[in-house]
């Protein structure tokens, strides 16, 4: 595990197809999406508009915002649909000691 990595939650936190978000100090908001055995965190705040996106949907590998609908791909952070043309920063994830643990 790098240095600099914060420790988010328990694997078991999450249950597959679940998404939360983290405010983590000095740093701009994520969210936390698992797939299967997954975990992928993006940026939460929409690119479109200020929006959260983890008070949106996640269907599969992909979030909406709740704003205006556009979404991204959690895996890559590219946009999917308008009105979202700028991808997400996706963060590394590790899986340590029953925990998730994000490098920002």
């Known amino acids: 595990m790098t240095a600099d990595a914060i420790r988010l939650c328990a694997a078991d936190d999450l249950a597959d197809g679940d998404m939360r978000r983290f405010d983590l100090d000095g740093q701009d908001p994520i969210v936390l999406c698992r797939i299967g055995d997954d975990y992928l965190a993006v940026d939460d705040e929409c690119t479109h508009a200020i929006a959260s996106l983890s008070e949106g949907r996640l269907e599969g590998e992909v979030i909406f915002c709740p704003l205006h609908g556009g ?3 959690v895996r890559s952070g590219k946009a999917c649909s308008l009105p979202c043309k700028q991808k997400l ?6 899986i340590a000691d029953g925990a998730i643990w994000v490098t920002p």
């Not at 920063?89 to 590790?94: A, D, G, K, L």
């Open 71 to 73: 979404s991204f791909n």
């Open 89 to 94: 920063r996706t963060y590394p994830i590790e």
